[in-house]
């Protein structure tokens, strides 16, 4: 079973509207992390936010935010306010137990800010 | 500070031939990876390191050798390139946090092509 699932390929959105991007995982560990990274045309990877299993409150970075729904297994990136430079791939990734810090990465979503 | 840096950017081998890329990280984390990108599959992991003299294997590990002689630097080996490990590959490096939320830094990417 996929760890990590990003079911939207592809996300349109208007400037300076909020999108989601959503991510479910699976895992039977009960400490775990979730990361957000960015990855510009340029092809840099940029870790945007992190959210951990035992965490209570959604973590929040800017404009960014995670929508931590632990039950569901679900753990989506809002972007407010999107402004042009948000267009990127974006990737879920989750880290199991702790440790080494092994990390499994989503296949992405290519999210396109329309002016 | 540099940051992860990685070396070559580009590379074109002919299948059969063997080639090393380099990593070098300049923050002083004990972690250190080595992961593929291709289309549609996200990155997956090949190797990792916890620390200097240490490697592991990671999801794809086949065909692929690595070593970790320095902290800083985390060296991947091709021994006999194939069409198949033509990909991007991402290095990346990160410290051991107490609360698992650290998150990787990685270098801009090596985009190899195997003929």
């Known amino acids: 079973a996929q760890k990590i699932t990003q079911t939207q390929p592809g996300m349109f959105v208007q400037e300076k509207e909020a999108v989601t991007l959503d991510c479910t995982y699976d895992?039977?560990?009960?400490?775990?992390?979730l990361f957000w990274y960015k990855q510009p045309s340029s092809g840099e990877m940029i870790f945007l936010i992190y959210?951990?299993?035992?965490?209570?409150q959604n973590a929040t970075e800017g404009r960014y935010s995670l929508n931590f729904q632990k039950a569901r297994k679900s753990a989506n990136l809002v972007i407010s306010a999107s402004q042009l430079g948000d267009s990127a791939m974006y990737f879920c990734?989750?880290?199991?137990?702790?440790?080494?810090?092994?990390?499994?990465f989503g296949i992405g979503t290519k999210l396109q800010v329309i002016p | 500070n540099a940051g992860v840096t990685q070396t070559p950017k580009f590379r074109v081998l002919k299948t059969g031939q063997s080639m090393t890329l380099l990593c070098a990280q300049d923050?002083?984390?004990?972690?250190m990876y080595w992961y593929r990108q291709d289309p549609g599959m996200g990155l997956r992991l090949i190797h990792y390191?916890?620390?200097?003299?240490?490697?592991a294997k990671g999801e794809v590990p086949d065909g692929y050798n690595v070593s970790r002689l320095k902290k800083q630097n985390f060296l991947l080996g091709l021994e006999s390139a194939a069409p198949s490990q033509t990909s991007v590959y991402f290095c990346?490096?990160?410290?051991?946090?107490?609360?698992?939320?650290?998150?990787?830094?990685f270098g801009p990417g090596t985009r190899l092509t195997v003929l």
């Open positions: 390191s916890v620390g200097e003299g240490t490697t």
């Open positions: 990346a490096s990160s410290y051991p946090g107490h609360r698992g939320d650290n998150e990787q830094f």
């Open positions: 895992t039977s560990d009960p400490s775990y992390g």
């Open positions: 959210q951990g299993s035992y965490d209570q």
């Open positions: 923050m002083n984390h004990e972690y």
């Open positions: 990734a989750m880290r199991e137990g702790g440790g080494y810090q092994k990390v499994t």
